[in-house]
């Protein structure tokens, strides 16, 4: 009878545990649509992740913050700006992975008849209702001394920019791949891009504090998938960014130049920017919040306590 009793107990012990390690509400990851993103849906794709998992495509990064901002979601790629907003807004969340740094992805792509950015004073700019589109646009007029209030900044969908410059009714544009390839190839000139403002536009993993205790096994599983998938693209890249094309649909002309301009850290990068508190992100985002602050895009520096934590990596090779 009491040999019965342990082993019930055993059973009911290992039944609870494999409840916390699976959860029965799947890590709900939003993303939008983005190059430095896409390493999570080939490794859905490759079978790496389970039902645990949910990945969740929304239309633009705005979507993921409402996302966040109501609790819809447990994890969100955002950029670093937007996680700051977030934060401040009293959003809890804590970084746990850097997906990509921009060093020249973002772009500020002008019409031929647009000399130079000096030349964007009294013309319509189209932006993105985002943080990184704000950011970019006051670092490319800041370059040339003139203000917001020089230019007309139209808020249009990344995908409302090739018509709408096609039709003249806009004569700059803030965009990343794959549309800034099919920007160019319509005639469109780069005058600025990320490379300008080293390490402020950066895409991470935030993860809403509460879930992390929950959803340790599966963030777990998450991350190991994504470095799984990004080893896929260095050793197979043409079979790599076939799958990944399969989503994002580009030319075969556009396809090699996805990640241009973008650096992909390793496990060993990672960690180096996430571990320790506070850690080289968190300097990075505490002037990042002051520069946002300046230019008014942000209230006021958030608490950045505990900020990244490097503890769901992979273990380093």
């Known amino acids: ?68 901002r109501l609790g819809h979601l447990e994890a969100g790629a955002l950029t670093l700006d937007e996680v700051l907003t977030l934060q401040q807004e009293g959003v809890d969340l804590v970084v746990v992975l850097v997906f990509n740094i921009s060093m020249g992805a973002d772009v500020l ?47 249009l969908p990344l995908i409302e920019h090739l018509p709408a410059y096609q039709a003249g009714r806009i004569d700059a544009m803030i965009t990343f791949e794959p549309y800034a390839s099919r920007l160019q190839a319509a005639g469109a000139i780069p005058r600025f891009d990320s490379a300008a403002i080293p390490g402020k536009v950066v895409d991470v993993l935030a ?70 508190d506070p850690s080289v992100l968190t300097y990075n985002a505490a002037d990042l919040a002051q520069l946002m602050q300046q230019q008014q895009l942000l209230p006021g520096v958030p608490d950045l306590t505990a900020f990244t934590s490097a503890a769901w990596l992979p273990e380093q090779p």
């Open 1 to 68: 009878m009491l040999r019965l009793a342990t082993l019930m107990i055993t059973l009911l012990l290992t039944a609870a545990l494999s409840a916390c390690n699976h959860p029965s509400q799947p890590l709900r990851v939003g993303t939008n649509l983005w190059p430095g993103y896409e390493l999570l849906y080939l490794a859905r794709e490759q079978g790496y992740y389970d039902r645990h998992i949910k990945l969740v495509e929304l239309p633009s990064a705005s979507d993921v913050i409402d996302a966040l």
């Open 109 to 155: 792509l002008t019409h031929p008849t647009v000399t130079g950015l000096s030349d964007l004073r009294g013309r319509t700019v189209a932006v993105e209702t985002t943080a990184v589109g704000a950011l970019m646009l006051h670092s490319a007029l800041e370059a040339t001394d003139l203000n917001i209030s020089d230019v007309t900044v139209r808020h």
């Open 207 to 276: 993860v809403r504090r509460e879930a992390l205790r929950q959803h340790d096994h599966n963030l777990r599983h998450l991350l190991q998938g994504f470095f799984r998938a990004r080893q896929d693209l260095l050793q197979r890249p043409e079979a790599a960014l076939a799958i990944i094309n399969q989503r994002l649909k580009v030319s075969a002309a556009e396809l090699p130049s996805l990640f241009n301009g973008l650096q992909l850290p390793d496990v060993i990068e990672n960690a180096a920017l996430l571990e320790h």
